[in-house]
């Protein structure tokens, strides 16, 4: 079941504070104390990740869709202009998920980590094209970065069901088991990451990475 998204003009003042707080930080200073790293997601109720309810939280769609898009934008020019200033190498990309918005972020990295974000999505052999028409007014600002497109998908291993003494209840762990020989029936990718584990990779949808 899907909750139903309410006080929409409340969400355009949370975006606008959200906005405004990444795009003031001292990015330098920022990741000369945070490894080299820093991201920012959308981090507006109810797409923060948080929820009490069961029902599933629709994706932003219309003005709010468009204005948290405006906001990773501002973001990354205004974290752009600070790297520039630096002289320092660096990573900084939009990742744009589709239908998984609310996922969406800008991400950015330097120094030992400037590597660190290059394998972090599979690329497929066919390609798609970011649909920045979908974004109406928004098309011009997201045709001026070079977008690659990816896979978005979830990621779970063959030792992730675990074992039966991990679990409060024997139905628990039972229940855990026949989710994951059900999952594993479903279209994914399998890949390797040592000799005993394997990886299984279902795709949720597309996502861009942009940048200029």
Excluded at 20 to 29: E, F, G, K
Excluded at 84 to 98: A, C, H, M, Q, T
Excluded at 126 to 141: F, Q, V
């Amino acid at each position: 079941m899907k909750q139903k998204i309410r006080g929409h003009n409340r969400r355009q003042k949370q975006i606008e504070h959200w906005v405004r707080d990444n795009v003031s930080i001292d990015l330098a200073d920022y990741l000369l104390n945070t490894s080299d790293r820093h991201y920012v997601k959308i981090r507006i109720h109810p797409w923060n990740g948080f929820s009490l309810k069961q029902s599933k939280t629709p994706e932003p769609s219309g003005k709010t869709k468009q204005k948290m898009l405006a906001g990773l934008l501002d973001i990354y020019t205004e974290w752009k202009k600070q790297l520039d200033e630096s002289g320092v190498p660096y990573y900084l990309k939009i990742w744009l998920f589709e239908p998984r918005f609310s996922q969406s972020q800008v991400v950015c990295a330097t120094g030992d980590n400037l590597q660190f974000y290059d394998n972090t999505f599979f690329k497929p052999a066919e390609t798609k094209e970011l649909p920045a028409g979908n974004y109406h007014d928004l098309k011009s600002r997201l045709d001026n970065l070079n977008w690659d497109y990816c896979l978005d998908e979830d990621h779970f291993d063959n030792n992730e069901v675990g074992e039966p003494e991990q679990y409060a209840t024997l139905a628990d762990f039972k229940a855990t088991e026949k989710w994951y020989f059900a999952a594993l029936k479903t279209p994914h990718r399998t890949t390797k990451s040592n000799e005993t584990t394997e990886v299984y990779s279902f795709k949720r949808g597309d996502v861009w990475t942009g940048g200029m």
